[in-house]
């Protein structure tokens, strides 16, 4: 898939929960922009979010947490977010994690570290998904 398609999908995830989101962290302030890249994707009464909806964690076992990208700081590295919300996409499954905590997560347990999509222009870590079981909701 290309950015613009990955884009469509990441937003159409992010539209599917953000009542949950809205639920939990209360009013809406402000969504990024879709057209540019942005540290975070929401910005609600009592926290900040970055939704990532992955469709290899079904298949891999582990969700791919960006911290690098060109050698810059980027992803995790980078947020805003005081949470993320990881969605395992195939089995509609989401993860409502802490930022410090997933940081503390992968640190804890040596994650392994993997060039990502881009033709291996960014990095990220490997957080295995049974690791965040506790922080499933629904």
Request: hydrophobic content about 40%; some cysteine; proline content about 2%.
């Amino acid at each position: 898939m290309g950015f613009r398609e990955d884009l469509r999908f990441g937003q159409m995830w992010e539209d599917k929960y953000e009542p949950l989101m809205t639920e939990k962290f209360g009013a809406l302030v402000e969504k990024a922009p879709a057209d540019k890249a942005c540290n975070f994707d929401y910005a609600f009464e009592n926290g900040i979010v970055e939704v990532k909806a992955d469709r290899m964690v079904s298949k891999t076992g582990n969700f791919f947490i960006e911290f690098e990208c060109n050698k810059r700081a980027s992803g995790i590295s980078a947020t805003k977010a005081t949470h993320y919300l990881l969605i395992d996409v195939v089995n509609e499954t989401p993860y409502l994690v802490d930022t410090h905590t997933l940081i503390s997560i992968a640190n804890e347990t040596n994650c392994r570290v993997v060039s990502g999509c881009e033709n291996g222009k960014n990095k990220g870590f490997l957080v295995e998904k049974y690791k965040l079981k506790r922080f499933k909701i629904i």
